[in-house]
């Protein structure tokens, strides 16, 4: 198992772009959701996913959106890039049963 | 709301010794509770799952340890290494939009 893949690693935006994270898992986790994490603010939830066609928002899902049309996929867009947004954005997927969290190695996006 | 705290944000000691690393979260309703692992500019590695039911998990040289009713965890490191270092997180699961709580994490680094 590759377990939960992150594209790209690395991303320079320049403000007002959008772009999409790529997320996906091989693990048929049905759970997937998506954390930015800043320095001093720890890891915050943007958005997450309890199946395909049902997605709904964290604690700051402001600026992003996210689509499920898969069990394996999860995309992460952001619609108009701001510096606010230059964060590190992680995916996650969780195993039902014991509920354990499995991280990407995720996307470190800067934008200027 | 559920909080994650993390005390002290850093802690140095030196090669071999036994550490304890603290979290402690405001509401014991949660499914579990993990420990991570984050390596400078990585991903998160999960290092130990505990149940709520549960009191304690070991793998190899980490005990972690679960006081639900008091919000307390404990992660045990034993005959530290300079590899150890890195920043531990502790994140509760309540379950609510399948989201961790994630406390801001303990940066150790371990002296040879």
């Known amino acids: 198992n590759a377990g939960v893949t992150q594209t790209p690693k690395f991303q320079v935006l320049k403000t007002g772009q959008s772009m999409t994270l790529q997320c996906a898992q091989d693990?048929?986790?049905?759970?997937m959701s998506w954390y930015r994490q800043d320095p001093g603010m720890g890891l915050r939830l943007i958005h997450y996913?309890?199946?395909?066609?049902?997605?709904d928002q964290g604690e700051v899902p402001n600026g992003y959106n996210v689509s499920r049309s898969t069990t394996e996929d999860f995309p992460l867009r952001l619609l108009s890039a701001a510096p606010s947004q230059t964060s590190v954005y992680f995916c996650?997927?969780?195993?039902?049963?014991?509920?354990?969290?499995?991280f990407g190695p995720g996307t470190r996006l800067t934008v200027t | 709301k559920q909080e994650v705290t993390q005390i002290p944000a850093a802690l140095s000691v030196p090669e071999g010794e036994n550490l304890v690393l603290n979290c402690s979260f405001t509401?014991?309703?949660?499914?579990?509770l993990q420990w991570f692992r984050q390596d400078p500019g990585k991903g998160l590695t999960s290092l130990l799952l505990?149940?709520?039911?549960?009191r304690e998990q070991t793998s190899g040289r980490l005990n972690a340890s679960l006081d639900k009713s008091s919000g307390r965890s404990t992660l045990y490191i034993a005959a530290s290494q300079p590899g150890d270092s890195a920043t531990y997180l502790c994140?509760?699961?309540?379950?609510?939009?399948?989201?961790?709580?994630f406390g801001k994490g303990i940066t150790l680094s371990v002296r040879p």
């Open positions: 693990m048929n986790h049905e759970y």
């Open positions: 996650a997927s969780l195993r039902l049963g014991s509920y354990e969290q499995y």
């Open positions: 509401d014991s309703a949660i499914y579990n």
């Open positions: 994140a509760v699961f309540t379950g609510a939009n399948s989201k961790l709580t």
């Open positions: 996913s309890v199946g395909a066609g049902i997605t």
């Open positions: 505990i149940q709520s039911s549960q």
